[in-house]
């Protein structure tokens, strides 16, 4: 936790950036003043129209609502959004990932990636500080730091400006669309659970419940106002945390000794939890929106901040379930710790159809992103106000139905997190944040910090190649299995 504090204070001596904006420099380069000009100008142009709807419904960050864009949020409710947002479905495969490292390795792990993933949402931060100085733009997001970065940053790289949006947006719309992947199944896999213990032999694989929820799905996916979706964001959350609140309470019944459990598994399986502990880290999306609206902002960075002391707790929170998740059931821990509790349980199977209600209710807002993101590229293929209507939820369909047939592909809740953490999730949360810093504060920055951002992009690459190939090694090995039995639920 001390490593935490410590990465995330921008203006430690030993080599840190300093905080004087590029304005102010004696000589001003031409070239970076015209650039200026041109990317003030271009803007409007080249924002997303999911960004237009602040001023009327609030904000969504990776698929997670933020309250109404007109009220100033206080540290508190800051801190609490930024926990929501973190706290997913991630959380509940955090037992899974301890599986593929042992527990005493994972438990240690945990909080190095944490302060890894805490200090590049401050770099992130710190980023948008300088562009906002340096252009007078405010309310950028994570594309838009990327377009600002590299347009005005040096010389040989501006033309790579439109190339960073393109690139960021696809990672964002990628890991959204992911996560509905993992929804899905999630959804699918719970509901599987309660139903075959209530009515068993009914002959309904996991695909036909995924069948069976495509229409309420397709129906929720079809409300493209944030003002609609909020309320359903609140009722996600009071289950998701009522849930966990339950499911701990069967993890902290008959616990094993730790001797049980091996405290290293194997090389092999150590990039399976990287890609599962990166995914769970998924709250960058959200970081700039909440220091944004704060009343405080000043607030959001700094050793005892918003950021550090809600990111500590998420940490705390991921280490207790993934500790306690993997002491209680070993390796025979499922991809969500929900699947293991007892199916015959009264109160076990309302755990299930909370988790499953409150995953349910955050669909939409997932799917919100990748539509808004790529929908204004094709709406101008439609010409009246009712063929845009129509085609608009065309394509959500169409997204939805995408998201069906790769959970049905992969219907293992485990290893779809481990992948879709290890291709994007490291992505967004390691390697870009360090170009970005590079890039925003060319040529001021220190040897330090050239060396710091190295070590963090090759650590992100290792991730998302290691982690990436074993994944798909581990798709590949539970095809080559599927025709096994599987287990039955006891009832």
């Given at each position: 936790?001390?490593?935490?504090?410590?990465?995330?204070?921008?203006?430690?001596?030993?080599?840190?950036?300093?905080?004087?904006?590029?304005?102010?420099?004696?000589?001003?380069?031409?070239?970076?003043?015209?650039?200026?000009?041109?990317?003030?100008?271009?803007?409007?142009?080249?924002?997303?129209?999911?960004?237009?709807?602040?001023?009327?419904?609030?904000?969504?960050?990776?698929?997670?609502?933020?309250?109404?864009?007109?009220?100033?949020?206080?540290?508190?409710?800051?801190?609490?959004?930024?926990?929501?947002?973190?706290?997913?479905?991630?959380?509940?495969?955090?037992?899974?990932?301890?599986?593929?490292?042992?527990?005493?390795?994972?438990?240690?792990?945990?909080?190095?990636?944490?302060?890894?993933?805490?200090?590049?949402?401050?770099?992130?931060?710190?980023?948008?500080?300088?562009?906002?100085?340096?252009?007078?733009?405010?309310?950028?997001?994570?594309?838009?730091?990327?377009?600002?970065?590299?347009?005005?940053?040096?010389?040989?790289?501006?033309?790579?400006?439109?190339?960073?949006?393109?690139?960021?947006?696809?990672?964002?719309?990628?890991?959204?669309?992911?996560?509905?992947?993992?929804?899905?199944?999630?959804?699918?896999?719970?509901?599987?659970?309660?139903?075959?213990?209530?009515?068993?032999?009914?002959?309904?694989?996991?695909?036909?419940?995924?069948?069976?929820?495509?229409?309420?799905?397709?129906?929720?996916?079809?409300?493209?106002?944030?003002?609609?979706?909020?309320?359903?964001?609140l009722i996600s959350n009071v289950f998701l945390g009522l849930g966990l609140a339950i499911t701990f309470r069967y993890l902290l019944q008959d616990i094993p000794s730790s001797y049980d459990r091996p405290e290293f598994k194997s090389w092999?399986?150590?990039?399976?939890?990287?890609?599962?502990?990166?995914?769970?880290?998924?709250?960058?999306?959200?970081?700039?929106?909440?220091?944004?609206?704060?009343?405080?902002?000043?607030?959001?960075?700094?050793?005892?901040?918003?950021?550090?002391?809600?990111?500590?707790?998420?940490?705390?929170?991921?280490?207790?379930?993934?500790?306690?998740?993997?002491?209680?059931?070993?390796?025979?821990?499922?991809?969500?710790?929900?699947?293991?509790?007892?199916?015959?349980?009264?109160?076990?199977?309302?755990?299930?159809?909370?988790?499953?209600?409150?995953?349910?209710?955050?669909?939409?807002?997932?799917?919100?992103?990748?539509?808004?993101?790529?929908?204004?590229?094709?709406?101008?293929?439609?010409?009246?106000?009712?063929?845009?209507?129509?085609?608009?939820?065309?394509?959500?369909?169409?997204?939805?139905?995408?998201?069906?047939?790769?959970?049905?592909?992969?219907?293992?809740?485990?290893?779809?997190?481990?992948?879709?953490?290890?291709?994007?999730?490291?992505?967004?949360?390691?390697?870009?944040?360090?170009?970005?810093?590079?890039?925003?504060?060319?040529?001021?920055?220190?040897?330090?910090?050239?060396?710091?951002?190295?070590?963090?992009?090759?650590?992100?690459?290792?991730?998302?190649?290691?982690?990436?190939?074993?994944?798909?090694?581990?798709?590949?090995?539970?095809?080559?299995?599927?025709?096994?039995?599987?287990?039955?639920?006891?009832?």
């Amino acid at each position: 936790m001390l490593l935490a504090a410590q990465l995330s204070t921008p203006g430690m001596p030993g080599g840190a950036l300093e905080t004087r904006p590029l304005l102010t420099a004696p000589n001003p380069d031409p070239d970076l003043e015209r650039a200026k000009t041109q990317v003030s100008q271009r803007y409007d142009d080249h924002r997303p129209d999911v960004d237009n709807v602040d001023d009327d419904s609030g904000l969504t960050a990776s698929g997670h609502h933020i309250d109404d864009a007109h009220q100033q949020t206080t540290n508190c409710e800051t801190m609490i959004h930024l926990i929501k947002g973190n706290i997913g479905t991630g959380i509940l495969a955090m037992p899974d990932a301890l599986k593929n490292s042992g527990l005493y390795t994972g438990v240690g792990l945990v909080p190095i990636l944490s302060a890894i993933c805490i200090h590049c949402m401050h770099m992130l931060v710190q980023c948008a500080h300088e562009l906002k100085e340096r252009l007078g733009i405010s309310g950028m997001d994570y594309a838009d730091v990327g377009y600002h970065a590299f347009a005005t940053g040096p010389a040989p790289l501006r033309v790579m400006a439109p190339v960073a949006r393109t690139v960021l947006n696809t990672f964002l719309t990628i890991t959204q669309l992911g996560f509905c992947c993992v929804y899905v199944v999630f959804i699918a896999a719970n509901v599987q659970q309660v139903i075959d213990c209530k009515f068993p032999d009914n002959g309904i694989d996991i695909h036909g419940y995924m069948v069976i929820l495509f229409v309420p799905l397709l129906a929720i996916s079809m409300i493209r106002s944030l003002k609609v979706l909020a309320p359903f964001s609140l009722i996600s959350n009071v289950f998701l945390g009522l849930g966990l609140a339950i499911t701990f309470r069967y993890l902290l019944q008959d616990i094993p000794s730790s001797y049980d459990r091996p405290e290293f598994k194997s090389w092999k399986q150590l990039p399976l939890f990287l890609g599962t502990s990166i995914y769970a880290f998924e709250g960058i999306g959200v970081v700039l929106p909440l220091e944004r609206k704060m009343t405080n902002p000043e607030d959001f960075r700094g050793c005892n901040g918003v950021l550090n002391t809600a990111m500590i707790l998420v940490t705390c929170s991921y280490i207790a379930v993934g500790f306690f998740g993997y002491l209680k059931y070993g390796d025979a821990v499922h991809g969500s710790i929900t699947l293991n509790i007892p199916p015959s349980d009264n109160l076990a199977q309302m755990v299930k159809i909370l988790m499953a209600l409150a995953i349910y209710l955050t669909y939409s807002l997932m799917l919100y992103v990748p539509a808004e993101i790529m929908w204004p590229h094709l709406s101008s293929r439609f010409h009246s106000t009712r063929a845009k209507r129509l085609g608009e939820y065309a394509f959500r369909a169409f997204l939805v139905l995408i998201t069906f047939i790769f959970a049905a592909a992969i219907p293992n809740i485990g290893l779809f997190i481990s992948l879709v953490g290890a291709v994007s999730s490291s992505a967004l949360a390691i390697i870009f944040p360090p170009i970005l810093e590079i890039v925003t504060f060319w040529p001021r920055v220190t040897r330090f910090t050239m060396i710091k951002c190295a070590l963090f992009f090759t650590f992100g690459i290792v991730c998302f190649v290691t982690g990436t190939y074993a994944s798909i090694e581990a798709i590949v090995e539970y095809f080559k299995h599927s025709a096994d039995p599987l287990p039955g639920v006891i009832c």
